[in-house]
């Protein structure tokens, strides 16, 4: 199933885009998706929420195809 | 009630017929509080203060730097090296002489927080670091007061209204402070018109608060990219132990059992760098120099400080300072062992070593 990932903030410096899609197999959770991002890039640099479907969710929230999800790190400036 | 020259001042809000004489009214009653007066705060407290809320309280310990002055539109260049606070009131009565500024020259914490807070309606956090964000957090957390909530990143801002009608609070969504290296404007580069228009929709969103509107924010944490102009608002649910972990971090205060005899001058600059609140004593008699001009330090010659006991804080850490520090360890086991006062420690090498690593007092 396709899964359209967002990074805000400092996590799209991070990973050097603002947008990206993950195939992962039916009835995987977040923390499947994240396991795989968090290999393939340096995500320490940054703490960050989860949003899936606008919604902010634990890892062990299930994805479903087409699933929106967003890793928002939270913003200090002001 | 409201004289004829503020009828006539406010006339354009009164005629809206939401607002009317009844809301102008609750506005010129309600008090808000703004912690930090940089690029969300300056813009901010300046509609709040043109639309006539009652009583702002301003609260920031930093002066005006000329770099603040691109965004941070209450500060003129002559203001460079002033208080901001100060420079805010003096801006904020001249363009609106109706209110009350009050104003506070310290850092936001969860030790002197409950104190600034417990009079308002509001809070609006326009600070710049997740320190003060966290604490402002929990203080409103355990005084049950709704808090608006703004913060940048470069081109991309968060915006909520927590804490508002049992709903959802910061630590819903970021349940813990994390130790990773933040990125605020002075590191992470801003925009002036950024935090200008952020500062204005926080404000926006106070005004709803204190009217009575129904808030599109509460609930949810909105995000917008100013430079791609796209935006999301996500759905935060109420977590059970948010309100725990508050009070938790709140208590955290009152624990010293770790406070040692002594401590270093780096240490007690880490503290204040860490936004903990921390009581400062200075015991020399008041003709010893260099006097410690900082507003955070308190004066009490030796002699004194025992008929004083009152004005030491129960649950902040509590710094005495002498000019050596011989004096002041004497005085921390006194108080240690005399009036059993655990959360007392002495600054190793006293104002000699403030003097000595160039600790700025000013």
Same mark, same amino acid.
């Given at each position: 199933?396709?899964?359209?990932? !967002? ?5 799209? %410096?991070? !990973?050097? !885009? ?6 992962? %197999? ?5 923390? %499947? ?6 290999? !393939? ?38 | ?29 309600? /008090? ?42 209450? =500060? ?19 363009? $609106? ?46 005084? $049950? ?17 927590? $804490? ?15 130790? /990773?290296? +933040? ?38 944490? =909105? ?25 938790s971090n709140m208590n955290?205060?009152? $624990? ?31 003709? +010893? ?28 850490p509590i710094v005495i ?42």
């Open positions: 199933m396709k899964i359209h990932v !967002t990074y805000f903030g400092k996590l799209a %410096d991070v !990973t050097g !885009t603002k947008r990206e899609e993950f195939e992962l %197999d039916e009835g995987r959770l977040v923390s %499947d998706l994240l396991h795989e991002i968090e290999s !393939t890039y340096p995500m320490e640099q940054a703490p960050y929420a989860v949003s899936v479907n606008h919604r902010i969710v634990e890892s062990s929230h299930s994805l479903v195809s087409n699933s929106e999800v967003a890793l928002l790190p939270p913003f200090s400036g002001g | 009630m409201l004289s004829e020259k503020e009828h006539i001042r406010y006339s354009r809000q009164i005629q809206l017929e939401e607002i009317g004489v009844s809301g102008q009214e609750k506005l010129a009653q309600s /008090t808000v509080v703004i912690i930090g007066m940089g690029g969300l705060g300056c813009p901010a407290a300046q509609i709040l203060a043109g639309a006539g809320v009652g009583t702002l309280r301003l609260v920031d310990f930093d002066v005006v730097s000329v770099q603040n002055l691109p965004r941070q539109t209450l =500060y003129r260049t002559s203001d460079i090296g002033q208080p901001k606070v100060d420079c805010a009131s003096q801006a904020l009565s001249a363009l $609106n002489p109706h209110l009350t500024i009050e104003t506070i020259t310290e850092r936001f914490t969860t030790g002197n927080g409950a104190d600034i807070v417990r009079d308002a309606d509001l809070v609006i956090d326009a600070s710049d670091n997740l320190q003060a964000r966290y604490a402002i957090n929990d203080v409103c957390v355990s005084l $049950n007061k709704p808090w608006v909530f703004g913060a940048l990143y470069q081109f991309q801002a968060q915006l909520s209204l927590f $804490n508002h009608n049992n709903g959802p609070s910061y630590r819903c969504v970021f349940p813990e402070k994390e130790a /990773t290296i +933040e990125d605020n404007c002075s590191i992470a580069g801003v925009l002036a018109s950024v935090p200008f228009t952020v500062g204005g929709m926080m404000a926006h969103e106070a005004l709803i608060y204190l009217l009575g509107f129904e808030s599109s924010l509460s609930g949810w944490l =909105y995000i917008k990219d100013f430079r791609d102009g796209s935006e999301q608002k996500v759905a935060v649910q109420k977590q059970s132990d948010a309100f725990s972990k508050a009070m955290g205060q009152k $624990n010293h059992s770790e406070l040692p005899m002594e401590i270093s001058t780096d240490q007690l600059q880490q503290w204040i760098a860490e936004g903990r609140s921390v009581q400062q004593i200075d015991i020399r008699e008041l003709w +010893e120099t260099p006097r410690l001009s900082s507003l955070e330090v308190l004066t009490i010659p030796m002699n004194d400080l025992p008929l004083q006991l009152d004005k030491l804080e129960k649950s902040d300072i002498c000019q050596h520090g011989m004096r002041s360890l004497d005085m921390t086991h006194y108080l240690r062992e005399k009036h059993h006062i655990k959360n007392a420690t002495s600054l190793r090498g006293g104002v000699a070593a403030i003097t000595q690593n160039s600790v700025s007092y000013e």
